[in-house]
């Protein structure tokens, strides 16, 4: 009944607090899959994140569609985020594609910084802001979450008030299902 929550595309000053007291509340972790360019801004939620036992991964520097770059610019986008990440005492061993998009090039940078690239199984596309309530996103996790699904969900790139939201509501109903959220 083991779950992963992962959060992407932060850390965001106004979101990622209150993702982490709605994780504190229910005594869960979840993995936080983040963008270089937002870490050095943020490197007191970065070290938050990490010290309240939740997994940090590389999320690129910049959110760049990586299936339209070269081996060398996936590299960059990785080695630039990594160092980010660095100079809040992270070291990712997971790698996220932004949007999704792998290609032989994304994977082999993978394999080449020892980065183990993880996915999603279930997606509330709580980032189409203009067309996705909180309620879609609410009934999509509870609709197609089973054991050892990977739920996305996003605490930065935009307004994320429904999903803050939609998470108030998911995460007990999944508890009193029996699931349990693990951080990858």
């Known amino acids: 009944m083991a779950i992963a929550l992962t959060m992407d595309d932060g850390p965001h000053p106004a979101y990622t607090p209150q993702v982490l007291e709605i994780l504190r509340r229910y005594d869960i972790k979840a993995t936080f899959n983040m963008i270089g360019a937002q870490v050095g ?3 007191s939620l970065v070290r938050e994140v990490s010290s309240e036992g939740h997994t940090i991964t590389n999320h690129t520097w910049d959110h760049a569609d990586l299936s339209h770059l070269t081996y060398h610019q996936v590299i960059d986008e990785i080695d630039r985020c990594n ?3 660095a100079n809040a005492n992270q070291h990712p061993t997971i790698f996220r594609a932004p949007f999704g998009n792998w290609s032989k090039a994304v994977y082999q940078a993978c394999a080449d910084r020892q980065l183990k690239p993880v996915a999603w199984s279930v ?14 996103i609410v009934h999509n996790v509870l609709a197609h979450t089973h054991p050892h699904s990977i739920i996305l969900e996003h605490d930065g790139g935009g307004d994320r008030r429904n999903t803050v939201q939609a998470l108030k509501t998911f ?3 999944l508890l009193d299902r029996g699931y349990r959220f693990v951080a990858m």
């Open 41 to 43: 801004p943020n490197l």
């Open 83 to 85: 160092e980010a990440l």
């Open 123 to 136: 997606d509330p596309r709580d980032w189409d802001t203009a067309h996705v309530d909180t309620q879609m």
């Open 171 to 173: 995460i007990p109903v």
